[in-house]
Structure formats: structure tokens, C-alpha cells
């Protein structure tokens, strides 16, 4: 037969991880949606290896949850941007305050800021980005999948400007 019938247990569960080292990703895009508790955002943001003709194309994805906004940080810093500071009212303490947030806007999120799943694309500074991170390889019941353990930060004089924020040597939990 010449022509395909089914799908292997590769092609169904994706290809392997990547080895475990240093790569060269590009954002290819996000998939915001709230928190299954409803009181945190997920960016979903996918990421291509690039500069690797052994891995190529191969997909990378990173939660940034809002909650641990220490990762998002540390991948606006690896694409050469900074986090924006804005005036928004802390939902716990009900005060206005100013908290860093991803630079730039999705299509429609003013119409329907509660509602992040009707978000248009991404319009903004991380559009395409490429930055430096280390990859690594992690299981979660039974089935294996890189994470990013690290950002290089691609801001001259971050470390001096502000000392009290380094960047996270290891973002992967457990
Ligand atoms: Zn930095």
C-alpha cells in the first residue's frame, strides 16, 4: 500500500524531546486562556527551534502563567525586550498598583478582557522573536517533553541595573 492508513505511536505523540542544551528559538505565537481557577492567565506560548538543521522546526512550548510571572520576565529579557509597567488594581488586595505585564496587545482583549480564548493575534515587540534558552527534558506521567530551564537575558546591563531581579537559573518546578 503506498499510501497512508493510520498513524504511528511516533506521528500520534509528536517526536521525541530535543537533547537537552542550548538552542536558538523563535515565538511563533500564543494561545492565552485563564487559569483553570480562573484567577491567573496562560500566555500558552509556542516557540521553533531554529539555527539547528538537526532540529529544525521542532516545537517548544511555555505555559507563562501570570502567577509566575518570573519566567515571562526572563523570556521579554532573552528577546531583548523589557516588561511594560502598568497601573492595574491588584485583584486580591483591591489597590492600585504597578505590575510589570507582557509588552504589547492582542486584538480584541480591550472588547473582551475576561474572555482570553476570543483574542486575536499578538500585536507587539515579542512578534517573531528569537532568543537563547536552555532546554531540557521532563516527564509527566509516562510522557516526556522539553521545558525551558533557562533564558539568556539579552539586555546589556540587566544584571547591574537591577540586582534585587536576577533571572531564574532553573524555572522547571519539581
Ligand atoms: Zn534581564
Redesign the pocket.
Known amino acids: 500500500m503506498a499510501y497512508q492508513i493510520g498513524a504511528s505511536r511516533q506521528q500520534l505523540s509528536g517526536p521525541p524531546p530535543v537533547p537537552n542544551n542550548i538552542y536558538t528559538l523563535q515565538l511563533t505565537g500564543f494561545r492565552p486562556k485563564l487559569s483553570k481557577a480562573g484567577d491567573s492567565l496562560n500566555y500558552n506560548a509556542e516557540f521553533t527551534i531554529i539555527n539547528d538543521p538537526a532540529f529544525e522546526n521542532r516545537k517548544v512550548f511555555a505555559p507563562f502563567n501570570t502567577k509566575f510571572f518570573t519566567a515571562i520576565r526572563?523570556f521579554v529579557?532573552a528577546t531583548g525586550n523589557e516588561c511594560e509597567l502598568v497601573k492595574v488594581v491588584n485583584p486580591e488586595t483591591g489597590v492600585e498598583e504597578e505590575q510589570f505585564t507582557l509588552p504589547g496587545i492582542f486584538e480584541n482583549a480591550d472588547k473582551q478582557p475576561d474572555n482570553p480564548e476570543t483574542w486575536g493575534k499578538y500585536l507587539g515587540p515579542l512578534n517573531n522573536a528569537t532568543f537563547k534558552a536552555e532546554l531540557v527534558t521532563t516527564e509527566y506521567q509516562g510522557k516526556k517533553k522539553n521545558e525551558v530551564r533557562c533564558y539568556f537575558?539579552a539586555?546589556a546591563g540587566?544584571?547591574e541595573k537591577d540586582p534585587d531581579?536576577q533571572?531564574s537559573k532553573n524555572l522547571v518546578k519539581g
Open positions: 526572563d529579557h537575558c539586555l540587566c544584571a531581579m533571572h
